[in-house]
């Protein structure tokens, strides 16, 4: 996808390379990692392996972003993409090395058996074909909304992913509009990437030293994310908004290190990484208008105010569904004692 990317001379080409061959490359490799991760961390250590593991994203935004905006300044964007290719390339040999590596001598570890709710049961017919095949895909995956706790995790999720990546967007903009310069701007951002790398790490560890309330933590860092948002407009000064990047940054990298912990306490080990990857059409749904309507609410105002508080109220709201399905869970394991 990469390489296409360089040689691409058109948008179109551009969407068909980056936008999907190299999004269901990283889709794959995303969903392979859970798995990895699922199958070879103890659940003692589960939270800090996984907050570890997630960090990278925060640390990458914060290293290879000004880096590659560097390399594009100065070299194109095409050289820019063959030098990702590269690297992406010498990414995935090492990847490979550890897969053989952990086969040959990881540990495989079982905490959590499968919810019988949730049994996936198997075609009993040999001769069932790809055409049943694809069929059981699908309905295995269709399964999964017609389960309550995961309804209610879906349905937060697309609230609160709606503005999600509104201050990744619309930072940078809003506070050259507050008169600070684009320098200053892009170090915002770097601010934002370093303790967003932290907080995987930090919100995920700190699940595992209680005992694993990862779900009761994933409320509090929706939470205060759209705290951290609302208070957005009544920043003015350079230290304010870096102010805002850090306490953002914190808990929203603390939301992504917990989601795929969250799946494994309500769904169990063996299917987390499948409620996960239907989770999935939440971000794909959520995000992709979440943004637009932001940036539509600041072409037709003139202001991001009302965008912002819009994208916090709903913040909010998600962090409440949140409790409640954490309560609906402890509430059914005292039934089940």
Known sequence: GLLGDSSSGSLDVWIFTHGIVTALGMAILFMCKLEVLYTYTPRAHRGLCVGISWAGGGIGTAVFSPILTSTSEASGLSATMRI?????????????????????????????AMPSSLAVTSSNSSASGRRSLLHQMFAQSMQWFTNTNFLILFAGLFIYLFGFSVPLTHLPQYVQDQGINAMDASRLMSIFGVVNAFGRVFFAYLGDCLGGPYLLIFSGTVLG???????????????????????????????????????????GQQLASRAYASLCLAFMLSQTFGSPTVALIYDESGSYDAGFFLVGALMLTASLLFVLLDLRRARAERAAD
């Open 84 to 112: 990702a290719a590269a690297g992406s390339s010498v990414y995935l040999a090492c990847v490979f090395a550890l897969v053989v590596l952990l086969r040959r001598h990881g540990h495989p570890f079982k905490d959590l």
């Open 225 to 267: 994310n759209g705290v951290a948002i609302l208070m957005l407009p009544f920043c003015r000064s350079f230290a304010s908004f870096a102010a805002f990047a850090a306490g953002c940054g914190l808990v929203a990298g603390g939301r992504a290190g917990l989601l795929s912990l969250v799946c494994c306490q309500l769904f």
